[in-house]
C-alpha cells in the first residue's frame, strides 16, 4: 500500500491540475481522467478475454455467473442506486480512489502467477495504466480541494499466493478480480462524467490548497 | 492282548504328547498377533498409512511373518480390499506399511484391521493364522465450516492417462448437485446418501493452469452453493533422447540430449523437469542449468573412461540415461584454420591448412572438399597437425571453393566444422578453335561474306576472350594477307572480297595466347546451283532432315538456318555434321510455334569449301492463320460475283497456306453447286466452298438470284486450322432489268447528246428556221424619222388615234414613301393626303373584243418597278372607289403596312415609285413571274409593244388581311383590268 501511495505521489505532479499555474479549474483534470477510464475499460475487455481463456471453462463461458465465493477482500463495485446517489463527490472520489488502490495491488498478483510471457506483458501494461488512472484521480481530489483517503493500519491490501486458496477458489478470485475492475470503470465513468458536467458552467477557479494538505 | 493294551497305551501317550507340544507351539505363537495398530492419513497422497508391532518375539530373533490386511469403506462389512504383506519381524520392530486409496479419504471413512502367520522355515507347517485385530476407523475431516457441499481431492496433481476418482460430499441431502467437467456435466456413483464419486478414465492434458472441476448444489432453481477443485494434470515425463558427450579440447565434456516435452505446470505446480548428471566412476554429480545441454569438467587427466548417467525428473516421475566411453573417442575437433592456397596456375594448385592441436602424436584425417563449375570433388588426407594437398586438373581461369575439415584418425566420432576459401586458377590460351561458318551474297564483281563465329565455351575459352583474328588469304593471285582483329564480344563480321578463292583462318584470343585456327574456303566461282526447295513438317521436338550425300570426298556437312520472315544476321544458326551423317535433327528452344524457318544444308569438300545440297523449309509447329484475306467483290451482276483476294500473301503466315474456305450465306436454303453445307461456330448454317489451291485467290459465285442479299466470308487454312473467324460481307446482287435499262439508256443519251450537237452547230439555221428575231422598236427606221424632224417628245402615235377607255390622272403628294415589290412589296406613307383620282371608265363593259386601243409610253419607266415583274399587277377595279373608301382611312393603311410590309421600308426611295407601269403582258397574278397565269388573258392585239398604265398605290396596296396575295386576287375582276 505505501508502495501504491509512493507511486501516486510520485505520479501527482504530471497531473495537469497540479502544474497549471494559470488556474483553469479541474475541468480538464476531470475530463482526462474521464478519457482514461474509458480506455481502460475498453483495455479490459480485451485482457479478461484472454485471461478467462487462460482459466478455462467455465471461467470464460459468458453466461457463468458464479456466487461469489472468497473474493471477500475486493472492493464491491455494485451499491444501491440510492445509496449512489446521496454520495457527494468527495465520497465517490474517494471510494474511487480506495477501491482502484486495492485493485492494483491484486492485479499485480495475477501479474505474477501469469505463466505465459504474452499475458504477462498485457497485465504488465495494464497495472501501468490503472496506475495512470489512480495518479488522475488523485489530481481531481487535490483540484477539488479534497485530501486523499489514508489507508488505515492493517488493512493493506496484499496478493498472499499462500496454500489456504485453492486453486479453483484463486480462480475464482481472478475471475471476480476482473468482474470487479470492470464493473468499476463502468462506474467510475459515470461518476467523472457526473463530475464533468458539474463542473462545466463557469464557476470560481478553483485554488489547490497545497499547502493544506501537506504538498 | 496285553501288548495290545500297552502299544495303545504308547499311541495315547504319543498322541498325548504331540498334542501337548502342539499345545505348547501355538501357545508360543499366539502372542505374535499383531498388536498396537495405528492408522495415520496423507490427504494429499490419499494414502493409509498402518503401523503395528508383533508382540511376544523371542529376543534377538528374527521370524518371517506374513500379514493380512482388510480395508472396508463406509461401514465395516463393506471390505473393499484385502492384501498380505510379507516381511522379516525382529523384535520389537515397529512395523509398516501404506495403501493408496482411489477414492480421497475426506469422502468416506474407511476401517482397516490385520492378521498375522508365521511363515519361516523354522517353523515347520502347519501355521495358523492369528485372530484378526480390532477394526480401526479412519475418518479425514475436511468437510467443517458452514458450508454444505465439499469436492476432493483438492487441486490434485496426476499425470497424463491415470485414473483419477473425485468425489463429493453434500450436507444436505435434499439438495440437487451437479457436477461439470470443463462445463460439461459428468455423472458419478452415490456412495451414501451424502457422497458422490465420479471415476475419470485416463485424464487428458488440457492446459498447464489446471483441468477445472466444479459442483454446485441447488433446490429447485436457487443456487446453494458451488465447490470446485483443479486437477493438475501434467505431461507424461519423456526419457531424453540423443544423449552424447564430446571434447574438442581435453577439458571440458559438453553433453547434449534432446529433452522431449516440457512438463511444467502453472502456479508452480510443478516447475520444468530438472536434469542431473551422474559420473559414477568419479561419483560426481551435476544439476545441469539447462534443459537439453551440460557441460562437465574434466578434472583428472587420467580418467579416460566415462560413465554417465542423466537423470530428468519432475514432481510426478524420474527417467535416466545412461552413455559409458572412452574420452579420446569422443573427440570433436575444432574446425581447421589459416586456409591457404599456394603456386596457384591454371591447371593446379598447393592447398595448406592448420589443424588445433590435441595431444602429442595425434594423427587427423580431413576432408577437402572443391567445388567449381558446378562439380564437386572430395578428397581425403591424414595429417599431422599442418595439412597440404596438391589440387591438381583444375580448369584454367575458374573460380573454386575448398574447405576442410578433420577428425581424429584414430578413433573417428565426429568431423569438425568446415574451414574453406575461395581461390582462381589462372588463364591459359583458348583449347579450340571457334565454331565459324558463313553467307556469301553474290554482288556485281565481289562477294559479300557475312562471318559468323560461335563464342568459346568456357571449358574451351581458358579465359576471357579479348578479340578475334580474322585472316583472309587469296589463294588466286600471291598477295600479303589481311588481318582483321574484331573485338570480343563480336560474334560477325562482313567482308568484302573480289572473285578469287579466299582462305579464312578465325582464332579467338585471350590475354595468354590464340586458339587453333578456325578455316574456311570461300571459292571463286559461286553457288549458283539452283535447289528446289522442300517443305518439311517440324514437331515439337525441332526438325529431323535428311540429305544425299554429297558425291566426292566431304569433310563434314553444315545445316543453317534462319527465321523465314527476320533479318537473316539476326537469327542466323548452324550445326556441323559429321561426313558420314546425312541426316540429323535441329532442336533447339529458340523454334516458336508459327515461325517458319528455312534450312539449307551444305556439304564441306576437303578442301573447305561449302556446296549447297539442300533447302527445306518448314514450321515447328504450324497455326491457324492469323488474318482472313481482304476480298473484293467485283463484277457484280444479278446473276453472279466475283470474289478476288490477290494481295493476301501466303508466305508470311503462321503455317502453309492449303486452301481457303468460302462461306456464303443466303436465304435460299439450297447451296449453290459446288458448295456444301457447314454449320459454323456460332450454330448458324450456311454453304462451304473450299479452294484446295492456296495461290487461286479469285472465285465467281454464280447462279444467283436477282435482287437478293447474299453474305460471304473467305478464310484461309492450314494444316491446324482456318484463320479467325470474322464477319460476313453482304452482297446484294442487283435488279435484272436494271442491265436492260442500261443497255437501252446509255444509246438514247448518246443520240440525245449527237442530236444536241447537231442543233448547236445547226443553231442559226434553226433560229431563223423556228423562230427569227423580233424587231427592236428602237432600231425601227421610224425612230431615224423621229430623229430626222428632230421632235423633242417622242410620240409614236397621236392620242387622237387612240379611243381611250378611262383615264386615270393620280395626283402624288409630295412626301410619300411608297415601296411596292409584290405581295412582299413593303409601302410607308409618313403622311397620307387623300389623293385625287379621275377615273376613265369603259363605256362598255365588253371591251375584250378587238378595237382601237391608247396608251401612254411614259419615257420615265421605272425600271425598278418594271422589273418587279407582274407581282406590282394590279388591275383597275371599277369598284375601286369603294374598295378605296375602306383603305383610305390612314389608320387602316397604317396597320396594314405594320403587319404586312413593315419589313421592307424604305427600299425604295420616296417620289420614285409615285407612278407605276405594268406591262400588260405580265401575269395578272401575283407571284412569281416564271409561273403560269392560272386564268391566261388574252392579250391585246397590241401586245407586241409594251403597254403601260399609272396604277395607284393605294390600288396597289393589299388590304390589312394576313394573306395578301390572296386578299389582292380578290380585289380582281376578271375581265374589267385591262386598259
Known amino acids: 500500500m505505501l508502495a501504491c501511495l509512493c507511486t501516486v505521489l510520485w505520479h501527482l505532479p504530471a497531473v495537469p491540475a497540479l502544474n497549471r499555474t494559470g488556474d483553469p479549474g479541474p475541468g480538464p483534470s476531470i475530463q482526462k481522467t474521464y478519457d482514461l477510464t474509458r480506455y481502460l475499460e475498453h483495455q479490459l475487455r480485451s485482457l479478461a478475454g484472454t485471461y478467462l481463456n487462460y482459466l478455462g471453462p467455465p471461467f470464460n463461458e459468458p453466461d457463468f455467473n458464479p456466487p461469489r465465493l472468497g473474493a471477500e477482500t475486493l472492493p464491491r463495485a455494485t451499491v444501491d442506486l440510492e445509496v449512489w446517489r446521496s454520495l457527494n463527490d468527495k465520497l465517490r472520489l474517494t471510494q474511487n480512489y480506495e477501491a482502484y488502490s486495492h485493485l492494483l495491488c ?22 501501468t495504466s490503472l496506475q495512470g488512472l489512480l495518479g488522475s484521480i488523485a489530481g481531481v481530489m487535490a483540484a477539488l480541494g479534497y485530501p486523499l483517503p489514508q489507508p488505515l493500519p492493517g488493512t493493506e491490501p496484499t496478493w498472499t499466493p499462500g496454500p489456504a486458496h485453492s486453486d479453483f477458489l484463486q480462480k475464482m478470485d481472478d475471475f471476480w478480480l476482473l468482474k470487479e475492475l470492470q464493473t468499476w470503470l463502468w462506474r467510475s465513468a459515470k461518476d467523472f462524467n457526473r463530475l464533468k458536467k458539474k463542473m462545466q458552467p463557469p464557476a470560481a477557479a478553483v485554488t489547490l490548497h497545497l499547502g493544506a494538505h501537506g504538498f | 492282548m496285553a501288548l495290545f493294551a500297552i502299544f495303545q497305551t504308547t499311541f495315547f501317550l504319543t498322541l498325548l504328547s504331540l498334542r501337548t507340544y502342539q499345545s505348547e507351539v501355538l501357545a508360543e505363537r499366539l502372542p505374535l498377533t499383531p498388536v498396537s495398530l495405528k492408522v495415520s492419513t496423507n490427504s494429499t497422497r490419499q494414502s493409509l498409512h498402518l503401523q503395528w508391532t508383533v508382540h511376544n518375539l523371542p529376543y534377538h530373533q528374527e521370524l518371517k511373518m506374513v500379514f493380512q490386511i482388510q480395508i472396508s469403506r463406509i461401514e465395516t462389512s463393506n471390505v473393499i480390499w484385502v492384501g498380505n504383506y510379507s516381511t522379516t ?29 508365521v511363515d519361516d522355515a523354522k517353523f515347520p507347517e502347519p501355521n495358523f493364522w492369528s485372530n484378526w485385530s480390532s477394526w480401526e476407523e479412519v475418518s479425514v475431516q475436511d468437510s467443517t465450516g458452514q458450508d454444505i457441499l465439499f469436492v476432493f481431492p483438492k487441486d490434485k496433481l496426476v499425470e497424463e492417462g491415470t485414473n483419477v476418482t473425485i468425489c463429493y460430499v453434500s450436507r444436505n441431502i435434499q439438495n440437487n448437485v451437479s457436477c461439470y467437467l470443463e462445463g460439461k456435466q459428468i455423472h458419478g456413483e452415490q456412495l451414501d446418501p451424502h457422497v458422490t464419486a465420479f471415476n475419470l478414465n485416463s485424464v487428458p492434458f488440457i492446459r498447464n493452469k489446471g483441468t477445472n472441476i466444479y459442483c454446485e448444489a441447488s433446490q429447485g432453481n436457487v443456487s446453494e452453493g458451488m465447490k470446485g477443485i483443479v486437477l493438475f494434470v501434467s505431461k507424461v515425463l519423456e526419457e531424453p533422447k540423443d544423449f552424447s558427450c564430446e571434447t574438442e579440447d581435453f577439458k571440458t565434456l559438453h553433453c547434449t540430449w534432446d529433452p522431449g516435452t516440457d512438463t511444467a505446470l502453472g502456479w ?21 542449468t539447462h534443459k537439453n545441454w551440460c557441460n562437465w569438467q574434466i578434472t583428472q587427466d587420467s580418467q579416460e573412461t566415462y560413465n554417465f548417467t542423466l537423470i530428468a525428473e519432475n514432481y510426478l516421475r524420474k527417467r535416466s540415461v545412461n552413455i559409458l566411453f572412452n574420452l579420446t573417442h569422443r573427440v570433436y575437433l575444432m574446425n581447421p584454420f589459416s586456409v591457404n592456397f599456394e603456386n596457384v596456375n591454371a591447371t593446379n594448385a598447393i592447398m595448406t591448412w592448420k589443424v588445433h592441436s590435441m595431444r602429442n602424436n595425434f594423427t587427423y584425417l580431413c576432408q577437402i572438399e572443391l567445388h567449381g563449375e558446378g562439380k564437386m570433388m572430395q578428397y581425403n588426407v591424414s595429417v599431422k597437425v599442418n595439412g597440404e594437398y596438391f589440387l591438381s586438373e583444375l580448369e584454367p581461369a575458374t573460380e573454386y571453393m575448398a574447405r576442410v575439415r578433420c577428425a581424429d584418425a584414430s578413433h573417428f566420432w565426429k568431423w569438425s566444422e568446415w574451414s574453406g576459401q575461395n581461390f582462381t586458377t589462372l588463364e591459359a590460351a583458348p583449347s579450340e578453335a ?69 582462305q579464312i583462318c578465325v582464332t579467338a584470343n585471350n590475354s595468354v595466347g590464340a586458339s587453333p585456327a578456325s578455316v574456311i574456303v570461300i571459292s571463286a566461282d559461286p553457288e549458283n546451283k539452283e535447289v528446289e526447295e522442300e517443305r518439311i513438317a517440324g514437331t515439337e521436338g525441332g526438325f529431323s532432315l535428311s540429305w544425299k550425300p554429297q558425291p566426292g570426298d566431304v569433310i563434314g556437312y553444315v545445316v543453317d538456318w534462319c527465321d523465314h520472315t527476320q533479318d537473316v544476321l539476326g537469327d542466323f544458326q548452324w550445326k556441323n555434321v559429321g561426313p558420314n551423317t546425312t541426316s540429323t535433327v535441329i532442336s533447339t528452344d529458340a523454334f516458336r510455334p508459327g515461325v517458319r524457318y528455312d534450312f539449307r544444308i551444305y556439304g564441306l569438300s576437303t578442301k573447305r569449301i561449302a556446296c549447297l545440297l539442300e533447302k527445306k523449309t518448314g514450321y515447328s509447329q504450324e497455326l491457324a492463320p492469323s488474318d482472313n484475306p481482304h476480298v473484293l467483290v467485283d463484277t457484280l451482276t444479278s446473276h453472279s460475283f466475283t470474289l478476288s483476294w490477290k494481295d493476301y500473301s501466303t508466305e508470311s503466315q ?77 452482297v446484294t446482287t442487283p435488279d435484272e432489268h436494271s442491265s436492260m435499262l442500261i443497255h437501252i439508256l446509255l444509246p438514247m443519251v448518246f443520240c440525245v447528246l449527237l442530236i444536241m450537237v447537231m442543233c448547236y452547230l445547226k443553231s442559226q439555221w434553226i433560229k431563223e428556221t423556228c423562230y427569227p428575231d423580233i424587231p427592236d422598236p428602237y432600231k425601227s427606221s421610224i425612230l431615224s424619222l423621229i430623229k430626222f424632224k428632230e421632235n423633242p417628245h417622242l410620240i409614236i402615235m397621236n392620242v387622237s388615234d387612240c379611243i381611250p377607255d378611262a383615264i386615270e390622272v393620280v395626283s402624288k403628294p409630295e412626301g410619300t414613301k411608297i415601296q411596292f415589290l409584290g405581295t412582299r412589296k413593303s409601302l410607308t406613307e409618313t403622311e397620307l393626303t387623300k389623293p385625287n383620282y379621275l377615273y376613265l371608265l369603259p363605256t362598255e363593259k365588253n371591251h375584250s373584243g378587238p378595237g382601237p386601243c391608247i396608251c401612254f409610253e411614259n419615257l420615265t419607266y421605272n425600271q425598278a418597278a418594271s422589273d418587279s415583274g407582274s407581282c406590282g399587277h394590279v388591275p383597275v377595279s371599277p ?22 410590309y413593315i419589313n421592307s421600308l424604305g427600299e425604295i426611295p420616296a417620289g420614285e415609285t409615285s407612278l407605276n407601269y405594268v406591262s400588260q403582258l405580265a401575269s395578272p397574278m401575283f407571284g412569281d413571274k416564271d409561273s403560269l397565269p392560272t386564268n391566261p388573258v388574252e392579250p391585246p392585239h397590241c401586245s407586241e409593244y409594251k403597254m403601260q398604265m399609272a396604277v395607284s398605290l393605294r390600288l396597289a396596296l393589299p388590304p390589312p388581311t394576313e394573306n395578301s396575295s390572296l386578299s389582292s386576287i380578290t380585289l380582281l375582276d376578271p375581265g374589267e383590268h385591262y386598259c
Open chain 2, 879 to 900: 369598284k375601286a372607289p369603294s374598295m378605296l373608301g375602306l383603305m383610305t382611312s390612314p389608320e387602316n393603311v397604317l396597320k396594314a403596312l405594320e403587319k404586312n
Open chain 2, 654 to 730: 503462321p503455317g502453309f497456306i492449303q486452301g481457303y474456305h468460302v462461306y456464303l450465306k443466303s436465304k435460299a436454303r439450297q447451296c449453290h453447286p459446288r458448295f456444301e453445307k457447314a454449320v459454323l461456330s456460332d450454330g448458324s448454317e450456311c454453304c462451304k466452298y473450299k479452294i484446295d489451291n492456296p495461290e487461286e485467290k479469285a472465285l465467281i459465285v454464280d447462279n444467283l438470284k436477282p435482287e437478293s442479299f447474299y453474305e460471304f466470308f473467305i478464310t484461309p487454312f492450314t494444316s491446324a486450322g482456318e484463320g479467325p473467324s470474322a464477319t460476313f460481307t453482304k
Open chain 2, 89 to 117: 519381524v525382529k523384535w520389537n520392530q515397529v512395523l509398516h506399511w501404506s495403501w493408496e486409496s482411489e477414492l480421497p479419504l475426506e469422502c468416506a471413512t474407511h476401517f482397516v484391521r490385520i492378521k498375522s502367520v
Open chain 2, 434 to 502: 571457334p565454331d565459324v561458318w558463313r553467307i556469301v551474297n553474290l554482288e556485281p564483281g565481289n562477294h559479300t561474306v557475312t562471318l559468323f563465329w560461335k563464342p568459346l565455351s568456357k571449358l574451351h575459352a581458358n579465359g576471357k576472350i579479348l578479340f578475334y583474328n580474322v585472316v583472309v588469304e587469296n589463294l588466286d593471285k600471291p598477295s600479303r594477307s589481311e588481318l582483321h582483329s574484331i573485338p570480343a564480344p563480336a560474334n560477325s563480321t562482313k567482308l568484302i572480297l573480289d572473285r578469287c578463292s579466299y
Open chain 1, 106 to 127: 491484486y492485479l499485480r498478483g495475477l501479474n505474477r502467477q501469469a505463466a505465459t510471457a504474452e499475458l504477462r506483458r498485457s497485465l504488465a501494461h495494464f497495472c
Open chain 2, 268 to 288: 508452480s505446480k510443478q516447475p520444468s523437469q530438472s536434469y542431473t548428471l551422474f559420473e559414477s566412476f568419479s561419483g560426481e554429480k551435476k544439476l545441469c
